[in-house]
């Protein structure tokens, strides 16, 4: 009955390589989001949609592409990877009500190494 | 442009001693606050959240917040620690009157409670 789930947890690979990160939520929140927490524990937004819509889209190399098939799922491609990539992804989401009360719900974070 | 700032990277408390971890914040408009907890290798665990309404906020696991406008404070506090909440604490904020849905995180604070 997980609500935010990540796969993988772990994910070590070789600089150059392409890989992808999932979330799902069984929520029935309509907005997800990417964070990275990189080495000093700093979390920062890096991507949110909204009904599979793109809302916001922090400075990102463009190696690094979302993917939203439907409200549920949120992925994360990241092409060409580079040392500085390896840190924490934190997928999250939301319900989106401005009468309501938006709390965002984190998953349990995929790390993320690059060799 | 919003921003959190917790000054303190580390508090030690001894065990059955009121703690507080503090954070200020900025924002244009009016604030959504909130606390999370993240233990070792874990996900962010949502604690309490201000919107409107009480200054003091009750929240999971016997924590409070006293949100402070004048301060533009979000303390977060528990009248008697225990050694399980030992943890990295996250104080996070978003502007309501800018749409903007991401949160921005303070840099965390690491509450040591010792026996």
């Known amino acids: 009955d997980t609500a935010v789930s990540q796969t993988p947890k772990y994910l070590v690979t070789q600089m150059g390589n392409d890989k992808s990160i999932k979330c799902e939520q069984n929520l029935g929140h309509d907005t997800m989001y990417w964070y990275k927490q990189d080495s000093k524990k700093f979390l920062k937004i890096m991507f949110s949609y909204n009904n599979k819509e793109l809302i916001i889209n922090e400075t990102v190399p463009n190696r690094f592409s979302p993917k939203s098939p439907d409200k549920a799922h949120l992925n994360l491609h990241i092409n060409s990877l580079e040392l500085g990539d390896s840190a924490v992804y934190f997928c999250a989401s939301s319900l989106t009500d401005r009468g309501l009360q938006e709390t965002q719900y984190f998953g349990p974070g995929t790390r993320l190494l690059v060799l | 442009a919003q921003s959190v700032a917790q000054p303190e990277d580390q508090v030690n408390v001894a065990e059955g001693n009121p703690l507080t971890v503090k954070c200020t914040y900025s924002?244009?408009?009016?604030?959504?606050l909130f606390w999370y907890v993240q233990y070792p290798n874990r996900g962010l665990q949502f604690l309490l959240k201000y919107i409107t309404g009480d200054n003091l906020v009750k929240g999971s696991y016997g924590f409070e917040a006293e949100f402070n406008k004048s301060q533009t404070s979000f303390h977060l506090k528990k009248p008697s620690a225990l050694v399980s909440d030992s943890a990295l604490y996250f104080c996070?904020?978003?502007?309501?009157?800018?749409?903007?849905?991401?949160?921005?995180f303070g840099s965390g604070t690491r509450l040591q409670v010792q026996p």
């Open positions: 924002v244009s408009g009016n604030p959504y």
């Open positions: 996070a904020v978003r502007d309501m009157d800018t749409g903007r849905r991401a949160l921005t």
